[in-house]
């Protein structure tokens, strides 16, 4: 268990629906990243947050939007969804921006659109 | 921006080879560096880091220097077993920039018994 959370961890819904992805960080980490992992496209960042403020955006599509909140968990909102939407969605967390202690990654969701 | 280069395509070899996956980096200022494994179904696990050129990173039979003169972090095992089958990224921090991690787009190493 590396101490960061993922619910759930696989999600099968349709083209077009609304889905929510949750992360709760390790004990301590203020900074929330999300990652998107496919087979064609590697691993491409999302956005981070920290301590509940929008810090960087990365490849994040506009019907995709994140927040992070008070206690520190964070969710990803993916709407509109596509076929080529499905992929593995990584959340990491870090105390420090990572210039030390890297992150530590949760053990993702797969999403699946049918 | 920082960025961090893995060398192309899958690395297939047989129990008990050596194992080399290179990374260079390009950065600004004085980045962190880290090997990141995932094994199947998994999620990304620090494998070793460092923080400062020379340094050595080390773990489970890995290792990577940090070198400086060569912007490169080539990670490094001396006799692979199966259960080192994985994807190998490499990844940097640059702490005085943007302060978050920059990956390579990983290597797949499949070691044959």
């Known amino acids: 268990d590396s101490g960061v959370t993922q619910t759930p961890k696989h999600l099968i819904t349709a083209t077009g629906q609304r889905v929510t992805l949750r992360c709760s960080p390790r004990?301590?980490?203020?900074?929330v990243y999300w990652y998107q992992q496919s087979l064609d496209q590697g691993l491409q960042f999302l956005i981070q947050?920290?301590?509940?403020?929008?810090?960087a955006k990365g490849n994040i599509l506009e019907r995709f939007s994140a927040q992070q909140f008070p206690d520190l968990h964070s969710e990803l909102n993916l709407s509109s969804l596509e076929l080529g939407d499905s992929a593995l969605y990584f959340c990491?967390?870090?105390?420090?921006?990572?210039?030390?202690?890297?992150?530590?990654f949760g053990s993702g969701t797969r999403l699946t659109v049918v | 921006g920082d960025s961090v280069t893995q060398m192309e395509g899958p690395v297939t070899l047989s129990e008990e080879a050596f194992l080399t996956i290179n990374c260079t980096y390009t950065?600004?200022?004085?980045?962190?560096l880290f090997w990141y494994v995932q094994y199947p179904g998994e999620g990304l696990q620090l494998l070793l880091k460092?923080?400062?050129?020379?340094d050595k990173g080390s773990n489970k039979g890995f290792e990577a220097t940090y070198r400086k003169e060569t912007t490169s972090f080539h990670l490094e095992k001396g006799s692979v077993q199966v259960s080192d089958s994985a994807v190998y990224f490499c990844?940097?921090?640059?702490?005085?920039?943007?302060?978050?991690?920059?990956f390579g787009k990983g290597n797949q190493v499949v070691v044959i018994p």
């Open positions: 990491a967390s870090s105390r420090d921006g990572g210039a030390n202690y890297g992150y530590t």
């Open positions: 004990s301590g980490d203020l900074s």
């Open positions: 947050y920290y301590n509940g403020e929008e810090r």
């Open positions: 950065a600004t200022g004085y980045p962190s």
């Open positions: 460092a923080t400062k050129a020379d």
């Open positions: 990844a940097l921090s640059d702490r005085y920039g943007n302060n978050r991690l920059a």
